[in-house]
């Protein structure tokens, strides 16, 4: 049977799904991007061998992030270069989850939300490792964020790496004062406590447009439950000896959108079905599940990152600017100044990952020459963009046929 991909399931499903769905100028043409990877549309060149054993046509890939088949070499390229600035101590793992409830916000306000949310996590990471009863110095913070759970509905959550310990003010590396780093319990309230404030200020400054059911009031109301009521999940898990794990975990969801092709299992009868974790906390089991197509590209597509949105952000002695400090603290853990890392090129990778090199002759070995280019669709011959709206805000309100978990109704 052949392998099914996102690909393969845009051009199956998508041109009846747009019909039906208002979605974002953004989201339209990340699918376009996808149906065009690796395609005669977007152009590329053809090699044969040079004595005309064989010939073949490399297409164009889209680059997109959301796109699977573009992700892994990126992927590669920039893990190679967070290793390359990973203190040599202990690194702890911490997840921020954020209540369901606030997915209407998040989808009518993508950009700003997703900013809130990496400074809420970023003070109270702060404002806990700083302080002389955890810590007392400056920490190393990589956070992600990830917009999706296995089974693909809105579940936003970052996951942050933070070094084992901070860098004083006299210059000292200080470690943490208890082996779990930090209170959870109070590390929640205080997340909790400063995302809610950060919402409401932006609210109150017309900087986050509520949905069409949701007065100030309710906001209001809406507010101090979640202050009270509802649990907010923050996950402070076990020390690192290193921090290579993680960031190894982290650069898994970097580019490729919520789901590999690997995970699809089948696409029969406009269903889809394919395999998730079950509880991965406890058993990590797999099990499958089966959605109708529009289902399927519903959940998918509420995952596409907004253009020039930063979904990976790095601060105190990670962040760009702080290379001296870094220098400092590695010489101290007698590590060399980080340096530049070198580029990775698709074929070196296609090498590190023990594949055949793909520029060769399968007949007599010698390397494939360049012969012609294969221009790309002309911009008239491409599908066009219809925008009716904002294009950073999705339109659900309630009551759209659209719930928090991107099932249609």
């Given amino acids: 049977m052949e392998n099914v991909t996102i690909q393969k399931i845009m051009q199956i499903g998508w041109n009846e799904y747009e019909k039906i769905h208002p979605l974002p100028g953004y989201v339209r043409e990340a699918v376009q991007s996808i149906l065009a990877c690796r395609t005669a549309k977007l152009g590329g060149h053809v090699q044969g061998c040079p004595d005309g054993h064989f010939k073949r046509h490399w297409y164009n890939s889209c680059k997109h992030r959301l796109c699977p088949q573009c992700a892994y070499i990126m992927v590669e390229r920039w893990l190679l270069k967070q290793k390359q600035r990973l203190l040599g101590t202990d690194h702890y793992h911490l997840i921020f989850t954020i209540p369901h409830e606030i997915n209407d916000l998040w989808l009518l306000n993508v950009k700003t939300m997703t900013n809130l949310l990496f400074r809420a996590v970023r003070d109270t990471m702060f404002d806990f490792m700083e302080d002389e009863r955890h810590v007392g110095g400056q920490p190393g913070i990589i956070l992600s964020l990830h917009t999706w759970s296995q089974t693909l509905i809105l579940h936003n959550h970052i996951h942050c790496l933070v070094t084992g310990g901070g860098l004083a003010e006299d210059g000292t590396w200080r470690k943490p004062v208890r082996s779990s780093l930090l209170p959870y319990k109070a590390v929640m309230v205080k997340f909790r406590g400063k995302l809610l404030d950060l919402i409401d200020k932006a609210v109150g400054q017309g900087e986050i447009e509520l949905p069409a059911h949701m007065n100030p009031r309710k906001w209001t109301n809406l507010k101090n439950k979640l202050g009270r009521k509802v649990k907010w999940n923050v996950n402070v898990r076990e020390c690192y000896r290193h921090g290579q794990g993680v960031v190894t975990y982290l650069a898994r969801y970097l580019r490729g959108g919520p789901i590999g092709n690997h995970r699809i299992v089948s696409c029969e009868n406009d269903e889809i079905t394919f395999s998730y974790r079950v509880n991965r906390e406890k058993s990590n089991k797999k099990a499958t599940m089966t959605l109708p197509i529009n289902q399927f590209i ?10 020039r949105s930063k979904n990976v952000r790095c601060y105190g002695l990670y962040a760009p600017g702080k290379k ?15 340096g530049e890392t070198e580029f990775l090129t698709w074929q070196q990778y296609c090498e590190k990952q023990g594949e055949a090199h793909p520029e060769v002759c399968p007949e007599c070995g010698k390397r494939l020459i360049y012969l012609d280019e294969i221009p790309a669709a002309r911009k008239t011959d491409q599908p066009k963009r219809r925008r009716t709206f904002n294009p950073l805000k999705w339109p659900l309100p309630h009551g759209s046929g659209v719930c928090y978990d991107g099932m249609i109704r």
């Fill in 298 to 307: 519903q959940r998918y597509l509420l995952h596409v990152p907004v253009p």
């Fill in 324 to 338: 001296e400090q870094l220098a400092k603290c590695r010489k101290q853990f007698g590590q060399l100044p980080a």
